[in-house]
């Protein structure tokens, strides 16, 4: 049978587990993503390390959108899959020489930097080349994102950023280093946000930090606010696309941008997630005394958020339409937390059939490991097969 987005047939003969990426809800994502940025004249940078898959990178790349990466891999993949390196952005608190290097023989847009001793380096191997270096400085707001403590990054606790109590002197110290041009101020609160409060705090955060500017006569080209805008896991197949509208709306309506300022942002999650589904094969079911097991052939190496931050991924059964009874469905991995979800209800299932766990385009098959020297999942692009 054929059950909604899977073309089950042809998934049947491919060998599991792996991630099927559906290319028209991707494309609808991106059209939505230009044409509500566009009403404001916002630059989305996709942020790479959400899903590097050469396919789904070369779409995104095709649609318009710049990049935003976080590793030299990231830059080179980025070049690679044709995102223009006018439109790369590279972040990061740990930034190495050969990583820096490479940014700058490509001659990318901006680096955002996170510290005093990162600048000093990007001016000393940018001199080396004769180049001047973009930088953007990025800011620890101290805005709550209100998500898992593992994805919030806008606190000052966290490790990244400068504090704003420092930046007057960091941007007097940029005036020291020749070969940097400072060109902006970059934000990243934290992942997985669907309280748009957040960014509404961080948009007063902005606000405020750009009227001392004005004050201290700073200029300020370039504003970016991250990414973090969260997807609906709960309801893949209602809320395919995340709120677009209302998140540039927000910023539309809350950030006061000056003459000539540009608004950039960095959507990872919201452009891929929905996209992606890690098709998986139950191995066995197992009958205990109050539970049954489907366990299944994918694992936390394949999959590693529900171990990793306890996320919820919806999962289905796509090749059995029986009545549902309650699973808690696992994986093969030697350790207690390879669980993909506890006491959920599938359609009564049997060993061979196909399980589809949904929403896993983002932070998917890109943390896959070889843990227990498992294969790494396969990939499946649906206009290709
Ligand atoms: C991770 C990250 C992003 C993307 O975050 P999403 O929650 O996937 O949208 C954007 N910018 C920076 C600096 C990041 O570290």
């Not at 709306?249 to 006061?256: A, I, S």
């Amino acid at each position: 049978m054929i059950k909604g987005i899977f073309p089950i047939v042809k998934l049947r003969n491919i060998e599991t587990p792996f991630y099927y990426y559906d290319m028209e809800l991707l494309n609808n994502t991106l059209k939505t993503v230009n044409t509500e940025a566009g009403k404001y004249g916002f630059e989305p940078h996709y942020a790479i390390k959400a899903n590097a898959n050469p396919s789904i990178l070369k779409t995104i790349a095709k649609a318009g959108l710049g990049a935003d990466c976080v590793s030299g891999g990231e830059v080179d993949a980025a070049i690679k899959a044709g995102f223009p390196a006018s439109k790369i952005v590279f972040a990061g608190v740990g930034k190495t020489d050969w990583e820096i290097n490479l940014a700058l023989d490509n001659d990318i847009f901006c680096f955002n930097a996170e510290s005093i001793p990162e600048l000093e380096v990007i001016n000393e191997l940018a001199g080396k080349k004769g180049k001047t270096a973009h930088v953007k400085l990025r800011v620890n707001p101290n805005v709550d994102a209100h998500t898992h403590h593992y994805i919030t990054t806008g606190l000052s606790e966290n490790k990244f950023g400068f504090n704003l109590e420092d930046l007057d002197d960091v941007i007097a110290k940029i005036k020291t280093l020749p070969n940097l041009e400072f060109i902006g101020l970059h934000f990243h609160i934290g992942s997985q946000i669907t309280d748009l409060s957040s960014y509404e705090n961080l948009c007063v955060r902005i606000n405020e930090l750009q009227d001392e500017f004005e004050k201290k006569g700073i200029q300020v080209k370039n504003i970016n606010i991250g990414g973090g805008l969260g997807i609906n896991y709960e309801h893949p197949n209602h809320m395919p696309i995340a709120d677009f509208e209302s998140y540039f709306h927000l910023f539309g309506k809350h950030l006061k941008l000056r003459q000539g300022q540009r608004l950039h942002c960095e959507p990872g999650r919201s452009i891929v997630a929905q996209c992606g589904s890690l098709i998986t094969k139950v191995t066995y079911v197992k009958k205990g005394k109050s539970k049954q097991f489907a366990i299944v052939d994918a694992g936390m190496t394949d999959l590693i958020r529900p171990a990793l931050y306890e996320a919820y991924h919806r999962i289905e059964n796509i090749t059995s339409d029986k009545e549902p009874q309650k699973y808690d469905v696992v994986g093969p991995i030697c350790e207690s937390s390879d669980v993909f979800l506890k006491d959920t209800d599938l359609n009564e299932t049997q060993r061979g059939d196909l399980l589809a766990i949904r929403s896993a385009g983002a932070y998917g098959e890109i943390m896959a490991s070889r843990y227990n020297l498992r294969k790494l999942p396969g990939s499946v692009i649906s206009t290709e097969i």
